[in-house]
C-alpha cells in the first residue's frame, strides 16, 4: 500500500508547475490587502514626510511571470494627498494565525525560512525531493503545528478556502505552486497525537535573480486575515 501510494504521489510531482495566479477577492479581503500595502509602501518609502504618500517615488519590481497585485490594493494609495491617519482610522480586528486557520484545538505558530534550490535540502532519507525550475529558486516557510487536546486530532485543510500569499518587495506576489507533501499546509491532512508537535511548510518558487529584500505572507480565510512579516 505504502508503495501504491508513492507512485501516485510521484505522478502528482510532475504537475507541479505555475506559481503564480491572479486572485479574484471579496470586499473584506481587499480592505486588509489595501491597508496591508499601504503601511508598507509608508514604511520603506524613505521620502515620507507628514504623513503623505508620493507615489511617484514608489516603485515596485515588477516581475514578467508574477502576478502585480491587483488593482483595487495598487490603487489604494492613489491619491497623493491621503495621509497616514485617514488610512488608520478605522481599526480592523486583528487575528493570530492560529485564530485565520480557525481549527478547533490546533496551535500554528511561524518559525522561520530558508531560501534554497530544492526541498528537502539534504534528500538523503526522503522519497523523493523538489527541484526549482531553472532560474528560479524555493522559499520555504516552516510553522510549528500543534495539537493542544488530550486527544488525537486531524487537520484537514484538503478543502479549506484558504489563501496564501507570499509578497516579495511589496507589489510582486506569489501563490504557493501544487506540492503533494505529507506537511504541506496548503493541502494538509495529518493526524496528531494528543500533545503532538509537528513542523508543517509552505513553499513558493521565486526567480535566482530577485533580491528579496523584504518578504511577507498573507494568510487569508473568509473575512480573517494575517499579514506576517518574513524578512
Known amino acids: 500500500m505504502r508503495r501504491k501510494k508513492l507512485i501516485v504521489v510521484l505522478l502528482l510531482m510532475t504537475t507541479l508547475t505555475g506559481c503564480i495566479q491572479k486572485f479574484d477577492y471579496s470586499e473584506e479581503q481587499t480592505d486588509t490587502a489595501a491597508e496591508y500595502m499601504a503601511g508598507l509602501m509608508l514604511k520603506y ?7 503623505l504618500v508620493e507615489m511617484k517615488d514608489i516603485v515596485a519590481e515588477q516581475e514578467a511571470n508574477a502576478t502585480p497585485t491587483p ?4 490603487n489604494s494609495t492613489g491619491d497623493q494627498n491621503t ?3 485617514d488610512l488608520t482610522d478605522a481599526p480592523k480586528k486583528e487575528y493570530t494565525l492560529t485564530q485565520v486557520i480557525g481549527e478547533e484545538g490546533f496551535d500554528l505558530q511561524y518559525t522561520g525560512f530558508i ?3 530544492t526541498y528537502p535540502e539534504d534528500a538523503t532519507d526522503a522519497y523523493f525531493s ?3 525550475r531553472e532560474g528560479n ?3 520555504v516557510l516552516s510553522f510549528q503545528l500543534k495539537n493542544k487536546l488530550d486527544k488525537k486530532n486531524t487537520l484537514d485543510l484538503t478543502q479549506a478556502d484558504i489563501t496564501y500569499q507570499l509578497d516579495v518587495n511589496v507589489g510582486t506576489v506569489y501563490e504557493p505552486p501544487f506540492a503533494l507533501l505529507e506537511n504541506n499546509l496548503k493541502l494538509i491532512d495529518m493526524t496528531l497525537k494528543a500533545k503532538e ?5 509552505l513553499i513558493f518558487e ?3 535573480d530577485v533580491v528579496m529584500n523584504n518578504i511577507n505572507l498573507m494568510v487569508t480565510r473568509d473575512t480573517k486575515s494575517e499579514i506576517i512579516e518574513i524578512k
Open 83 to 85: 495621509s497616514a491617519s
Open 197 to 201: 508537535e509537528k513542523e508543517v511548510i
Open 71 to 74: 488593482n483595487a490594493i495598487q
Open 45 to 51: 518609502d524613505t521620502t515620507y514626510k507628514a504623513g
Open 206 to 208: 521565486v526567480k535566482k
Open 130 to 132: 523538489i527541484p526549482a
Open 137 to 139: 529558486q524555493l522559499v
Open 115 to 117: 531560501v534554497a534550490d
